[in-house]
């Protein structure tokens, strides 16, 4: 999949009824994945994007890192859940996610805690992203965090179990101080959205 253009992102979001975040101060940020149309597991072959208006020149900032929205093939095969590992529905979710702590070791966008996302359940352990699969409200634990901390991850592997996961550390890094200057503007509270490659 093809880096996708902020005006093909703002255009789906708009067709779709979804809120476009567009304060003059700045750094009111749109966090938006889009999922790939392509259903192997364990490839970084999906764009998390943030797009914010510039709040000194009025224009639009806009920044796309290669990451995955779906479970690595590990989790796949090997299901934590009894109904199946999830895989995040693309919507967009309102006030979902906070900065704390993922898994109680660094600072990510984490899921707000006593939510929960619609997932699809994935249990046919067949290694592929099956997005057919009965949709359940349990979702809970949907993280935007990196994988590997020191250098470019290949595989998703193990890092994902439901996460949209970056893969290179350097551009979650730009990512978090992103949403850290928003969380002291605006306060800790993120909206996001996940697209799919057709809604582009």
């Given at each position: ?71 690595g093939l590990y989790h ?125």
């Open positions: 999949m093809k880096r996708p253009l902020r005006s093909a992102i703002h255009a789906a979001l708009k067709r779709k009824g979804y809120r476009l975040f567009e304060n003059a101060r700045g750094f009111d940020l749109n966090i938006v994945g889009v999922r790939s149309r392509e259903r192997r597991a364990d490839h970084y072959d999906d764009w998390m994007t943030v797009s914010w208006r510039d709040g000194l020149i009025g224009d639009w900032a806009f920044h796309a890192w290669p990451c995955t929205t779906d479970p796949l095969q090997n299901p934590q859940n009894v109904r199946g590992t999830a895989i995040l529905q693309a919507g967009q979710y309102r006030g979902s996610h906070t900065i704390r702590k993922h898994n109680g070791r660094y600072d990510a966008v984490c899921q707000k805690r006593g939510t929960v996302l619609p997932v699809h359940r994935d249990r046919n352990e067949d290694g592929s992203i099956d997005l057919d699969a009965p949709l359940h409200e349990d979702g809970t634990g949907i993280n935007i965090h990196r994988a590997h901390a020191f250098m470019t991850s290949r595989k998703v592997g193990k890092w994902s179990a439901g996460c949209q996961v970056f893969a290179d550390p350097t551009d979650f890094t730009v990512f978090m101080t992103l949403a850290r200057r928003a969380r002291d503007m605006y306060g800790n509270s993120f909206t996001y959205t996940l697209l799919d490659e057709a809604d582009l």
